[in-house]
């Protein structure tokens, strides 16, 4: 059975923010959830490399450790990786806030949409890259916009629940909701968007879901074999690629990549 938050990638997509759906997402959940007021901000406590290397554990749930009990997936229905890009992982409810409450709210698991942004939690993973950050911004613009809620809808975990302790997210809360709210007022600045093309109407950006020669021709500079398909293992290949050259590890052959990639034989 589908449940309800199907109307989340389109919401982030026409935000101009970059979106990959995790197979089942739209049947995943524990249940459905309530009506939506605001969003819950997280960190995922993870690897301090990779884009996104908690998805595993965002889907499917926590293992029981010394210090914490296990907790049945999913985590969240949003992650966030270091690149910008938001994983959809769950249309249904949560294990994501637990007890505490946020604007008079107390049921967070249902009633709220929570994401969980790659971070180790750190002070050597911090500050977060100024892509992710921008991302973080505008994604819950977007979903507190299309809820009809304003900036004061959006909590951290560490404010939702206090009494717990929780270190997450280790950013200002204040700034990030001031930032949410100029997105959401027009007055912040457009996001920078990858041109369709290189200028002149040369070869197409590639991304995700991209098909045919000029994905092959990227595939066969980047090591990956050359099926013309541009799914994730050439996006992975592609971020380890531009990383490597200084560029944004977005996934996405725009213009610049175009230009870098030009130099591999």
Request: hydrophobic content about 40%; glycine content about 14%.
């Amino acid at each position: 059975m589908a449940f309800s938050l199907l109307w989340l990638p389109g919401v982030l997509r026409t935000a101009g923010l970059k979106v990959a759906v995790e197979p089942g997402w739209e049947n995943r959940g524990r249940g459905d959830v309530g009506r939506i007021f605001g969003v819950i901000c997280h960190h995922t406590v993870g690897a301090k490399t990779g884009n996104f290397p908690s998805l595993r554990v965002i889907r499917d749930g926590r293992r029981a450790t010394a210090t914490q009990s296990a907790l049945p997936g999913p985590l969240a229905q949003l992650g966030l990786g270091r690149d910008g890009t938001y994983y959809v992982i769950a249309a249904g409810r949560c294990n994501h806030a637990g007890a505490g409450s946020w604007q008079g709210v107390t049921t967070g698991n249902t009633n709220f949409i929570g994401i969980e942004a790659e971070n180790a939690g750190s002070l050597e993973d911090f500050p977060w890259p100024a892509v992710q950050m921008d991302a973080y911004h505008r994604g819950v613009a977007a979903i507190l916009k299309h809820i009809g809620r304003g900036p004061d809808f959006c909590a951290a975990h560490k404010e939702y629940a206090p009494l717990r302790k929780p270190l997450d997210p280790r950013f200002n809360m204040t700034e990030f909701r001031a930032a949410v709210a100029a997105i959401m007022s027009g007055s912040a600045p457009a996001p920078v968007l990858i041109p369709a093309a290189e200028p002149g109407g040369g070869r197409p950006t590639l991304r995700r879901g991209s098909t045919g020669e000029r994905v092959q021709e990227v595939q066969r500079k980047v090591a990956v074999t050359p099926d013309g398909e541009f799914g994730p293992k050439t996006e992975a290949a592609v971020r380890v690629f531009q990383r490597a050259r200084g560029l944004v590890p977005d996934g996405i052959v725009g213009p610049r990549t175009w230009v870098a990639l030009d130099t591999v034989a």
